[in-house]
């Protein structure tokens, strides 16, 4: 008899200690999770910033036009082979948060965004303006992903030369 009341006195002193460890490690699990949905955010965040750039350097640096004249401001147009082998023009620009583009046949397709509605991750112009390029120069292109609910943004930046510019496409070279 004296064993089964020692048997329950160590059951009981054993869930009382689980009991104390799980308690000691709330905490740890609290913030444990707060770090990964914060890492899961942060990477969607760059997934998404990091399409977006690589997807406008590509159309930017192949562009068959060179510039008549400075850019500066949220749009840019491009020209591109189209479907039946011709060169349309194609436009980037920014609506509701939105990086979109503007097909040759004025048909329009979101580059970022999940929804038709308010977005949880936004694409916003940075230093006021999405593109700048002054006279032949280099296209800057300078976004921030910025995260709603969360507060947190990523800064993405980068400079393009259009080939057609580079290489002064339509110029007789000497």
Same mark, same amino acid.
């Given at each position: $008899?004296? !064993?089964?009341?020692?048997m329950l006195l160590d059951a009981l002193m054993a869930l009382l200690l689980l009991s104390a460890l799980a /308690?000691? $490690? /709330?905490?740890?699990? *609290? #913030?444990?999770?707060? /770090?990964?949905? $914060?890492g899961t955010a942060r990477t969607k965040l760059s997934e998404? *910033?990091? +399409?977006?750039? &690589? +997807?406008?350097? =590509?159309?930017?640096?192949n562009n068959r036009r060179p510039m008549a004249k400075a850019v500066n401001g949220d749009s840019y147009d491009y020209a591109?082979?189209? &479907?039946?082998?011709t060169d349309g023009t194609y436009r980037?620009? @920014?609506?509701?948060?939105?990086?979109?583009?503007?097909?040759?046949?004025?048909?329009?397709?979101?580059?970022? *965004?999940?929804?038709?509605? %308010? =977005?949880? &991750? @936004?694409f916003l %112009?940075? =230093?006021?303006h999405l593109f !700048?390029?002054?006279g032949g120069g280099p296209v800057r292109i300078s976004f921030t992903m910025y995260r709603q609910m969360k507060g947190r &943004?990523?800064? +993405?930046?980068? #400079?393009?030369? %259009?080939?057609?510019? +580079?290489y002064e496409k339509g110029k007789v070279y000497e």
């Open positions: $008899m004296k !064993r089964k009341g020692l /308690a000691l $490690m /709330a905490p740890l699990a *609290g #913030s444990w999770l707060t /770090a990964l949905e $914060m998404t *910033g990091l +399409f977006a750039m &690589d +997807f406008m350097v =590509e159309k930017i640096r591109a082979i189209t &479907d039946n082998g980037f620009f @920014v609506d509701r948060e939105k990086l979109k583009i503007q097909l040759y046949n004025d048909t329009i397709q979101p580059i970022t *965004g999940e929804h038709t509605g %308010p =977005e949880s &991750d @936004v %112009p940075g =230093e006021g !700048r390029q002054e &943004d990523l800064d +993405f930046e980068t #400079s393009v030369i %259009p080939y057609a510019d +580079f």
